[in-house]
Structure formats: C-alpha cells, structure tokens
C-alpha cells in the first residue's frame, strides 16, 4: 500500500547534512531519553557526532536497557545516563550545570489517552510542571535550543493527555518570545506505516 496517497500532501523530507552540520560537536541531553521517543532521538543523535549525549529519564531499567543496547559490550564515553526526573528542578539544575548542554530535546512525557485520564494529576505534574522545569533550566542556562516534542492530540485537545501537552506548547513559546534561546515545538503523530 502507498501511504503517502494517505497524507493529502508530498512527504517531507529531511536534511540529514543540515542536521549533521548543526549537532556535530554539539552537548545534548535529551529528557525521557529512554521512553520510545526519546530513545528513538538517541539513537538518531549517535549518527551525527555529537560531543555528549545526556540520556536523562526516571525509568532505571529503560536506561539500563537502552544502555546495554547501544554499548553491546563497548564503552561510548560520550554517551552519558542519568537518571533523573524532570519534575525535581533541583536535579535538573545539578545535570545542566554539571554537562552544560547546547541543546535539549524535552520527550519526556506521559503521553497514553486512557491512563492519563485516570491520573490526571500526574499528567499535569509530568507534562506541564515537569516541562516548566526543564524549559526554564534551559532558558536560565542559555541553551542554543530548546525542541519540546509535543503531540497532535494538543491541537484542539479532547482529553486530559492532549490539554496537557498544549499547556506546555503555550509555555514553551512564551519562552521563545523572550528568550535567546530558540525554543522549538514539534507534533508528533501517529506514524504511516
């Protein structure tokens, strides 16, 4: 099947050497670095040279995995897992004094519908105070960028999941606004194919 017939538009492309030239040399933590997007971006990052990469997630045994999975028996010095919680500032403030990073990618997130409407608390203090935490530890250390992956259930928002996400889109752009850092939103949504 083509699913690009599916997307009423061309598919976009992407510029690996623009990426390449723009994170090579680069320290970057990537927040919810061992959750299924995160990891993803982790992996992607390795290609491009970066100087560190900061994998920061809550989940001890989704970063022992992603850990052994990319080291398969060798040392990466570069890479650098830490565990962490992005809804302690405290320890966000520790990890961006100590690695001091040029760019963040902020996955971290509850994102499934069912379960955050049965804990919405938790989806607020996750989402949105825990995106709070890190977009200001970035503002307050001068990161170059700030990309915040958000999700296309924030457009127009049905549930608590969706309501979440799009507090934490306005708050990101209200940094951009004043802000040197260049701080970034991108929707995922769900994958053809």
Do not use: C
Request: charged content about 25%.
């Amino acid at each position: 099947m083509d699913y690009n017939k599916l997307l009423g538009r061309d598919p976009i492309s992407t510029d690996l050497n623009a990426i390449q030239d723009y994170i090579e040399g680069k320290r970057i933590i990537v927040t919810g670095g061992a959750g299924s997007i995160g990891s993803e971006i982790v992996r992607q990052l390795i290609s491009f040279k970066a100087s560190s990469i900061i994998v920061y997630d809550n989940a001890e045994a989704s970063v022992f995995h992603l850990q052994q999975e990319i080291s398969r028996g060798k040392s990466n010095p570069y890479i650098k897992y830490v565990i962490g919680d992005v809804r302690d500032k405290y320890r966000l403030e520790e990890v961006f004094e100590s690695y001091k990073p040029n760019v963040v990618f902020h996955a971290a997130a509850y994102k499934h519908v069912p379960m955050m409407e049965a804990n919405p608390i938790e989806a607020i203090k996750t989402n949105v105070i825990g995106t709070k935490n890190v977009a200001d530890t970035a503002y307050y250390h001068d990161v170059e960028k700030f990309v915040m992956v958000s999700t296309d259930k924030a457009v127009n928002p049905t549930n608590i999941m969706g309501a979440t996400k799009r507090v934490a889109e306005l708050y990101t752009q209200y940094l951009e606004d004043k802000s040197e850092t260049s701080f970034i939103v991108t929707r995922f949504g769900n994958v053809l194919g």
